[in-house]
Structures are given as C-alpha cells and as structure tokens.
C-alpha cells in the first residue's frame, strides 16, 4: 500500500488531480455554464507529460553532466522506470491529441501557444548546464505556465473575464509560487550540505521565507477584500479556499522539522491543490 502511494505521488497524480480540480474551480467561478467537457481532461493529460518528461530528461541529464545535482528518490523511480514512463507519456499525448479535436478553436490555439512555451522551457532546462543563472526562473515560470493552464484555458471560454476572475487568478499564482518557493526552501533545508541550485540558494533562506509570508499575508488579505467587497457566494467562498491553500503552505513552512520527514512536505504541499473541491 505504502509503495503503492509513493509510486501515485512520484507520478505527479497529485499535481494532475490538484490542476484539474482547481481548474473546476475557475470554470465555476467565471460563469454558471460549464466549459467544454475535453478541457479538465486534456488539462490533466498534457500536465501529467510536462512533468513525466521533465523528470526523465532530468535523469538523463544527470547520467550526463558529472556536476549535476544529486539524484532523488523520486528522479531514482523515474530512472529505474524510464521504458515504461516514456510509453506511458507518449500514450498520454496520442490521447490528449486525439480529446484536441473536441475541443473549441480557441482553445485549441490557446494550446498551442501553451504547448510551445512549455517545450521551451522543458528544452532549455534540459540544454543548460546544471548551475546556469536562467534556472533561477524556474520558479517564477514553472508557477506561470501552471497557472495559464489551470485558469487560462477557462479564461479562453469566455466572452469576458471579470476584475475578480482575474484578482483570483493572480492569487493562484501567487499560491502556485509560494508552493514551488517553499519546496526549494525545504529541499535546501533537506540537503544543506549538497543544496540544489534554485531561488533558495540564489535568494537565501532568510530572504525567502520573508518573501513566502508577504506572499500568504497579501493572498489572506485580497480574499478578504472579496469578501466584503463581492456579493457572489461562490466567489467568496473560493477566495476563502485559496487563502486557506496559502495559509496551509505557511504553516509548513513555519514547522519545516515535521514537514522534513519522509517529505511531509511534498504531499501536503502538492495536496493544497486539491482544496478546492470543498467549494464545488
């Protein structure tokens, strides 16, 4: 059973499950009627990709590259796997491909443009050197381009996009930040003698857990100007949803001793995302 979780959480489910419930989430918030029924699964599908491939190209940059960082547990199952992993995400794209021609035209081009920035990104930190300044970004972009998934490709669906649509989507990218900020901090925190190269050691751990609190701080804040501000119940209750995400991310961050242990952090960290169920 326990192999059994770790596997599901070494394939990204949690990541996958987290975008496709908060993508329920913004459809619901930005119009009573639903968005087109491909659209969670093709979200899902192309996320679980990203990841997959991201990690094995890590791998293989790592047998590579002598002055690459240490191989984690969960780069080790993606190594040991890679055959099977590699089939795996070429069925999950023959499928996401063959769900595109459901989808409506918008969407279609708004994938496109969002498969090619991925690609990008997934090529250039494949192609630098392990300690390259660009890599800095990672954070900031992976948090981005997660997010322009999650809410974009509902944002795409409509003839227009309201001041709160927006407010919430821009919190989102702020807990979506926070969550991969926060793993960099524990990951150093984890491994202070071999740190991995990120914001945490470019930054500081001082300098971002300040930064991880002002992020929670004006996450809490704007949900509760929405509140007072907003008439719309859903609305409401959703930014209270996403002030509780931060919040959660926070009180990791505040007991990182617990949360070190066999990656606590990891899972209630991926598993915020799955919070927004209790709204819909």
């Known amino acids: 059973m326990l192999k059994s979780l770790r596997n599901f959480y070494y394939l990204s489910f949690p990541v996958v499950i987290g975008a496709v419930l908060s993508n329920r989430m913004a459809a619901r918030l930005s119009d009573v009627d639903p968005i087109h029924w491909a659209t969670p699964f093709v979200l899902g ?17 790592i047998r590579t590259d002598a002055s690459s960082q240490p191989l984690t547990a969960r780069h080790a199952f993606h190594r040991e796997h890679a055959p099977l992993l590699w089939r795996m995400a070429v069925a999950a794209a023959v499928l996401a491909l063959a769900l595109t021609f459901f989808l409506p035209e918008r969407v279609i081009r708004f994938g496109m443009i969002m498969g090619i920035s991925c690609a990008i990104y997934v090529g250039s930190v494949f192609r630098l ?13 992976v948090a981005i381009l997660y997010t322009a998934g999650v809410w974009g490709s509902v944002w795409v669906q409509r003839p227009s996009v309201s001041y709160i649509d927006l407010v919430e989507g821009i919190m989102f990218l702020g807990i979506a930040f ?16 071999q740190p991995l190269f990120s914001l945490a050691t470019a930054w500081g751990l001082a300098t971002c857990k300040h930064i991880l609190r002002w992020l929670t701080i004006l996450v809490v804040l704007s949900a509760f100007a929405i509140c007072f501000i907003v008439s719309d119940r859903f609305a409401q209750r959703s930014a209270l949803m996403l002030s509780l995400m931060s919040l959660t991310l926070y009180g990791i961050q505040r007991y ?25």
């Open 45 to 61: 599908l192309v996320i679980f990709i990203i990841y997959t491939v991201d990690r094995l190209l890590d791998v293989r940059k």
């Open 129 to 141: 050197p392990t300690r390259h300044p660009v890599l800095l970004l990672k954070e900031p972009l």
């Open 178 to 193: 926070q969550n991969l900020l926060l793993f960099a901090v524990m990951e150093q925190l984890e491994t202070p003698e």
């Open 256 to 280: 990182p001793a617990y949360f070190l242990k066999h990656e606590r952090y990891r899972w209630l960290g991926d598993s915020v995302f799955w919070m927004p169920i209790l709204v819909l």
